[in-house]
Nanobody, 119 residues
Framework: QVQLRDSGGGLVQTGGSLRLDCAAS????????MGWFRQAPGKEREFVAA???????YYSDSVKGRFTISRDNAKNTGYLQMNSLEPEDTAVYYC?????????????WGQGTQVTVSS
């Protein structure tokens, strides 16, 4: 069983930066795809970014060029560096880990961390 603990959210002004961490425990996730999703008030959860075990990355169009996903398998941890934040990025961010990109949403989830971007 894998447990994920996401952290690093907070309040930041437009144009600011935050880094989210996703620490895995219980077993290694080095062979898993890790990803980030977000859910804004009144909206459905949406895909943000993912990184496969080979290091291949995927981004939603809304964050491409501003967010960077990475991982440190030695630390069993994934990261989401968020730059040039906009009020539209305000949401609860969730990390996830799954066998592959197609099934990541059916895998393991963190508890979520709030990101608020003020204008």
């Amino acid at each position: 069983q894998v447990q994920l603990r996401d952290s690093g959210g907070g309040l930041v002004q437009t144009g600011g930066s935050l880094r989210l961490d996703c620490a895995a425990s219980g077993r290694t996730v080095s062979s898993y795809t890790m990803g980030w999703f977000r859910q804004a008030p009144g909206k459905e959860r949406e895909f943000v970014a993912a990184i496969t075990w080979t290091g291949r990355t995927y981004y939603s169009d809304s964050v491409k060029g501003r967010f960077t996903i990475s991982r440190d398998n030695a630390k069993n941890t994934g990261y989401l560096q968020m730059n040039s934040l906009e009020p539209e990025d305000t949401a609860v961010y969730y990390c996830a880990a799954g066998r592959d990109l197609a099934s990541i949403s059916k895998g393991y989830w963190g508890q979520g961390t709030q990101v608020t971007v003020s204008s």
